[in-house]
C-alpha cells in the first residue's frame, strides 16, 4: 500500500482535493465551486465533502495533509483570510482540515507557495534552485524558492507578487491597496477594465475566457487587457529578480491559459525594464503540472519536507 497525502487547494472560485502519491502523480482528484455564502461554515462545508469523496476513491495510506490557500495566511494559528472568500477571516482551515483526517502531519501554506513549490518538485523548475512561481487566476499569487528550498518568510506569505505595486495611481485592489499587481493582472480585473473602457461582452457575466474569445477576435479593448496585464506582471518580475536574483518564472493559474495573449506583452516588457544585466536572463514559461500545480505543492509540504517544510509553512503534527 503506497503511501499518500491528502492535497487541499482552496481559491477563491474553486477548490480542489487529491491524493497524490509521492513521485507527484495525482491518484485521486475531485474540485467543486468555492461557495459563496456569508456565513463561514457554509463556505467550509463543501469542502468536508470534496475531502470525504476524496478519501474514499483511494486505496493507499494516508500519511500527511498538505493544503495550500488563497491568502493571506496566519502561520501561527493556521488560519486564512482569503482576498477572494470574504466569509472566512482568520478561520481555522489547518485545524479543521486536521481534524478530518486525525493522528497524521498537517501543513499549510499560500497558494501562490504551493504552486511554486509543486513546480519546483515535480514540475517545470525542477532543474533550477531559484524560481518565483505565480498564479494568475480569480487573484495572483506568488511563491518563492531560493537556494532548492522553498521561502514562505517569518508570516508565511513571502512572493505574493499579486500585492506589489506596479502604479502610484493605479485602480484599487481588493486588498484596500492601490495599484497592484493583482489589480490589473488577475481575470477578474482584466474583465472589468475591459468592460469600463468599450468592451461589449457577448454575455452578461463575463469571464476571462469571454475576453480572452475576444481578444483572439481582434477586440480591441480585450487585446488591451490582456496588454496591460502582461506589461504589470512583469514590472511585479522584474522588480521580485531585482531583489531575489531569480533564474525562472514559472507561471499557472487559469488566466495562463491564455498565454498565446499575456506572454509576448509580458515578456516584451520584461525586456524593456529589466535592463541590468543579471535581469536580462530571466526564463518565463508555463506551468508544466497545469492546475494540478498547487495540489502537487500541497503534498510536497507533508512528502517532501526537508525542501518545503520550513519557517513561514503552518505545521500541526
Given at each position: 500500500?503506497?503511501?499518500?497525502?491528502?492535497?487541499?487547494d482552496?481559491?477563491?472560485?474553486k477548490?480542489?482535493?487529491?491524493?497524490?502519491?509521492?513521485d507527484?502523480?495525482?491518484?485521486?482528484r475531485?474540485?467543486?465551486?468555492?461557495?459563496?455564502?456569508?456565513d463561514?461554515?457554509a463556505?467550509?462545508?463543501?469542502?468536508?465533502?470534496?475531502v470525504?469523496?476524496v478519501l474514499?476513491?483511494?486505496?493507499g495510506q494516508?500519511?500527511g495533509?498538505?493544503?495550500g490557500?488563497?491568502?493571506?495566511?496566519h502561520?501561527?494559528?493556521?488560519?486564512?483570510?482569503?482576498?477572494?472568500?470574504?466569509?472566512?477571516?482568520?478561520?481555522?482551515?489547518?485545524?479543521?482540515?486536521?481534524?478530518?483526517?486525525?493522528?497524521?502531519p498537517?501543513?499549510l501554506?499560500?497558494?501562490?507557495?504551493?504552486?511554486?513549490?509543486?513546480?519546483?518538485?515535480?514540475?517545470?523548475?525542477?532543474?533550477?534552485?531559484?524560481?518565483?512561481?505565480?498564479?494568475?487566476s480569480?487573484?495572483?499569487?506568488?511563491?518563492?524558492?531560493?537556494g532548492?528550498?522553498?521561502v514562505?518568510?517569518?508570516s508565511?506569505?513571502?512572493g505574493?507578487?499579486?500585492?506589489?505595486v506596479?502604479?502610484?495611481?493605479?485602480?484599487p485592489?481588493?486588498?484596500?491597496?492601490?495599484?497592484?499587481?493583482?489589480?490589473?493582472s488577475?481575470?477578474?480585473?482584466?474583465?472589468?477594465?475591459?468592460?469600463r473602457?468599450?468592451?461589449?461582452?457577448?454575455?452578461?457575466a463575463?469571464?476571462?475566457?469571454?475576453l480572452?474569445a475576444a481578444?483572439?477576435?481582434?477586440?480591441p479593448?480585450?487585446?488591451e487587457?490582456?496588454?496591460?496585464?502582461?506589461?504589470?506582471l512583469?514590472?511585479g518580475?522584474?522588480?521580485t529578480?531585482?531583489?531575489?536574483d531569480?533564474?525562472?518564472?514559472v507561471?499557472?493559474?487559469?488566466?495562463?491559459?491564455?498565454?498565446?495573449?499575456?506572454?509576448p506583452?509580458?515578456r516584451?516588457?520584461i525586456?524593456?525594464?529589466?535592463r541590468?544585466?543579471?535581469?536580462?536572463g530571466?526564463?518565463?514559461?508555463?506551468?508544466?503540472?497545469g492546475?494540478s500545480?498547487?495540489?502537487?505543492?500541497?503534498?510536497?509540504?507533508?512528502?517532501a519536507?526537508?525542501?518545503?517544510?520550513?519557517?513561514?509553512?503552518?505545521?500541526?503534527?
Amino acid at each position: 500500500m503506497s503511501d499518500l497525502a491528502l492535497a487541499v487547494d482552496v481559491g477563491g472560485t474553486k477548490v480542489a482535493a487529491a491524493l497524490v502519491a509521492a513521485d507527484g502523480t495525482v491518484v485521486e482528484r475531485r474540485v467543486r465551486p468555492t461557495a459563496v455564502s456569508p456565513d463561514p461554515e457554509a463556505v467550509w462545508r463543501p469542502v468536508t465533502e470534496l475531502v470525504a469523496e476524496v478519501l474514499a476513491a483511494g486505496t493507499g495510506q494516508v500519511v500527511g495533509v498538505g493544503v495550500g490557500s488563497a491568502g493571506p495566511i496566519h502561520v501561527p494559528e493556521g488560519s486564512i483570510s482569503p482576498v477572494n472568500i470574504p466569509a472566512w477571516r482568520r478561520f481555522p482551515l489547518l485545524h479543521r482540515l486536521a481534524e478530518l483526517v486525525p493522528g497524521v502531519p498537517a501543513r499549510l501554506a499560500g497558494d501562490g507557495i504551493c504552486a511554486a513549490a509543486g513546480e519546483h518538485w515535480r514540475g517545470a523548475g525542477q532543474d533550477v534552485d531559484d524560481l518565483l512561481g505565480i498564479v494568475v487566476s480569480t487573484g495572483v499569487g506568488g511563491g518563492l524558492i531560493q537556494g532548492g528550498r522553498l521561502v514562505a518568510g517569518p508570516s508565511g506569505n513571502a512572493g505574493h507578487i499579486g500585492h506589489v505595486v506596479v502604479d502610484l495611481d493605479g485602480v484599487p485592489c481588493p486588498c484596500g491597496g492601490r495599484g497592484c499587481v493583482e489589480a490589473m493582472s488577475s481575470g477578474p480585473s482584466m474583465v472589468a477594465w475591459a468592460l469600463r473602457t468599450g468592451w461589449q461582452a457577448p454575455v452578461p457575466a463575463p469571464t476571462g475566457v469571454d475576453l480572452a474569445a475576444a481578444a483572439r477576435a481582434g477586440d480591441p479593448y480585450a487585446n488591451e487587457a490582456f496588454q496591460r496585464a502582461g506589461r504589470a506582471l512583469a514590472a511585479g518580475i522584474v522588480s521580485t529578480a531585482a531583489i531575489c536574483d531569480l533564474s525562472r518564472v514559472v507561471i499557472g493559474g487559469g488566466v495562463s491559459a491564455a498565454h498565446d495573449l499575456l506572454f509576448p506583452p509580458l515578456r516584451a516588457a520584461i525586456t524593456e525594464y529589466g535592463r541590468l544585466a543579471f535581469l536580462q536572463g530571466i526564463e518565463v514559461t508555463t506551468a508544466s503540472l497545469g492546475n494540478s500545480a498547487g495540489l502537487v505543492g500541497a503534498a510536497a509540504l507533508v512528502l517532501a519536507p526537508e525542501a518545503y517544510a520550513g519557517r513561514g509553512v503552518a505545521s500541526l503534527t
